[in-house]
């Protein structure tokens, strides 16, 4: 059986990326650190950490945090049964990882009706898809929603639907860039508003829409969906946004759809562990059922390998 203090020492150095700052969490010198993880490694006769700057787990070590992550989430969830009281640390921890446009429209009910249906203290960490991915190989979350439709070993790949992207502007900007439309030659002179350099999506649509890659255009970087929202409609600029953000500002005359028969649809997947806690396993149905009503069916009509922020 594995020692439950090697198991926490090693979990903890792998979430705090530091054997310093793993010591101070955990309230012992960096030496018993060291030495707890050594053991560990000793007793199952591999290396679970390398040591660099960040301490990052092995491909083994990914395996054992997982294993570690899903302990405590039974432990939490068995202390909640057998507690008639609520404590404060009743609550089980668990993370999963999402991207910023789900969180900007549909996921949100979903983590509103897990909160109050369950006692768990969510962590919902935003990123793109590559880090989501690499955040639940590493066991830093029990789940995340991606673009790739197949799963790596180890976790299950779940299809949700599809996000509907379209391209938007303020009626004053259309008029001053494409008064004739959404031609090559406009598109080099007009400033595009992209989530971040990892967004791809823009290019993806600008290559569908001409037939031909457009790489040399203006481009203002807003990280966060409700100020690339903003600055659209505000004119600084056109780009993609889901339909269901920009709905009520089209509805308005805010927004104009630049490409009205190109919609962009992206699918997604939920990608998970394939053996899970009871708890995670909740979070699974609940998030699979949920996206279904809100996203997408399965026809897609946009540009493939697309990726959204």
């Not at 990326?17 to 960096?30: H, K, P, V, Y």
């Not at 993880?37 to 945090?65: D, F, H, N, Y």
């Amino acid at each position: 059986m594995l020692d439950r203090d090697q198991l926490e020492t090693f979990a903890t150095v792998a979430e705090e990326q530091s054997f310093d700052r793993a010591a101070s969490r955990l309230n012992i010198t960096r030496g018993a650190v060291s030495q707890r993880i050594k053991a560990l490694e000793e007793s199952l006769s591999t290396v679970l950490l390398v040591r660099e700057k960040p301490v990052a787990p092995t491909p083994a070590g990914e395996v054992l945090l997982r294993h570690v992550k899903a302990i405590r989430m039974l432990e939490g969830a068995a202390l909640q049964e057998l507690t008639p009281t609520p404590k404060p640390h009743a609550p089980v921890p668990l993370a999963i990882a999402v991207n910023a446009d789900s969180l900007a429209t549909w996921i949100p009910r979903v983590l509103w009706q897990l909160l109050l249906e369950r006692r768990v203290a969510l962590e919902v960490v935003t990123d793109d898809q590559d880090h989501t991915s690499a955040r639940l190989a590493r066991g830093e979350v029990v789940g995340c929603i991606s673009t790739d439709a197949q799963a790596a070993a180890g976790f299950l790949a779940e299809r949700l639907g599809a996000m509907e992207y379209r391209c938007y502007a303020s009626p004053a900007f259309a008029q001053q860039f494409f008064p004739v439309g959404l031609t090559a030659a406009a598109v080099l002179v007009a400033p595009a508003v992209l989530f971040n350099r990892k967004d791809a999506l823009h290019d993806e649509f600008l290559r569908h829409h001409f037939g031909f890659t457009v790489d040399r255009y203006a481009k203002h970087y807003l990280p966060a969906p409700l100020a690339l929202l903003e600055g659209i409609a505000t004119g600084v600029g056109y780009g993609l946004i889901p339909t269901q953000q920009a709905g009520p500002l089209a509805l308005e005359g805010r927004l104009v759809d630049l490409a009205p028969r190109e919609p962009v649809q992206v699918d997604l997947y939920w990608h998970h562990w394939e053996v899970e806690p009871p708890i995670s396993r909740e979070i699974t149905e609940l998030i699979v059922r949920e996206a279904r009503r809100y996203l997408l069916g399965s026809d897609a009509t946009g540009p493939p390998d697309t990726e959204p922020a």
